[in-house]
């Protein structure tokens, strides 16, 4: 680990103490251990894929939904549903389970297939359920509230409304759903406040 993935674990690590104090030896230790120095747990999923670009740019981040269940479906199972598609594999960077747990798609550094005309700047971060009829779990939004922290400061730019949005800014799509859109200037608010702290 060098020193600038250095501090940037310890940026992240320290929007985590202000989320959970008393979980912060335990994120100490998962952060070090994770293949990418990042500061926010990340199941592996260890998905195979098709051929991937790496992205030679990366300046904001689109939440999307799952939109036609609202089961709490795995990155597997979506990976599955993309190769169908007849595309390389999960079109989602990370997807973040109903428990909260954030398990890894598409490899980070690559190029996407989750925003029509924005994939190749653009990281994609997926809650999983149907928000146009359903809520996010809280657990769901405190981690992607630490996702969006993590992913804004390992790319160099703030957690703020013009680098996060949601898909339908882009496309003409519900995605991410109202209930969830609706949310997004709160969780943007969330990610940029544990920005502030460890920074
Ligand atoms: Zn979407």
Same mark, same amino acid.
């Given at each position: 680990m060098n020193r600038r993935d250095f501090l940037r674990n310890a940026?992240?690590? $320290?929007?985590? /103490?202000? #989320?959970?104090?008393?979980? =912060?030896?335990d994120r100490v230790e998962a952060?070090?251990?994770?293949?990418?120095p990042f500061g926010v747990p990340v199941r592996e999923t260890n998905l195979s894929f098709g051929p991937l670009e790496n992205r030679t740019r990366t300046d904001a981040i689109i939440v999307h939904h799952i939109g036609n269940t609202n089961a709490d479906v795995s990155a597997a199972t979506v990976h599955a549903w993309h190769k169908a598609n007849g595309w390389s594999g999960i079109g989602? !960077?990370? =997807?973040?389970?109903? @428990? $909260?747990?954030?398990?890894? $798609?598409?490899?980070? @550094?690559?190029?996407g297939a989750h925003c029509y005309g924005e994939n190749s !700047?653009?990281?994609g971060v997926n809650i999983v359920g149907n928000f146009e009829a359903a809520w996010p779990e809280k657990a769901q939004l405190d981690a992607a509230a630490r996702l969006l922290c993590a992913l804004s400061v390992y790319y160099g730019f703030a957690p703020q409304k013009n680098t996060i949005f949601g898909h339908r800014d882009f496309n003409a799509t519900? &995605?991410? $759903? &109202?209930? #969830?859109?609706?949310? =997004?200037?709160? #969780?943007?608010?969330? /990610? !940029?406040?544990f920005y502030m702290a460890g920074g």
């Open positions: 940026i992240c690590m $320290g929007a985590g /103490a202000v #989320l959970a104090p008393l979980l =912060l030896a952060a070090w251990q994770e293949p990418v989602y !960077h990370f =997807l973040i389970r109903k @428990d $909260g747990t954030v398990e890894r $798609g598409r490899p980070m @550094d690559t190029v !700047h653009t990281v519900a &995605c991410p $759903g &109202c209930n #969830l859109y609706g949310l =997004l200037p709160a #969780l943007i608010e969330q /990610a !940029h406040t």
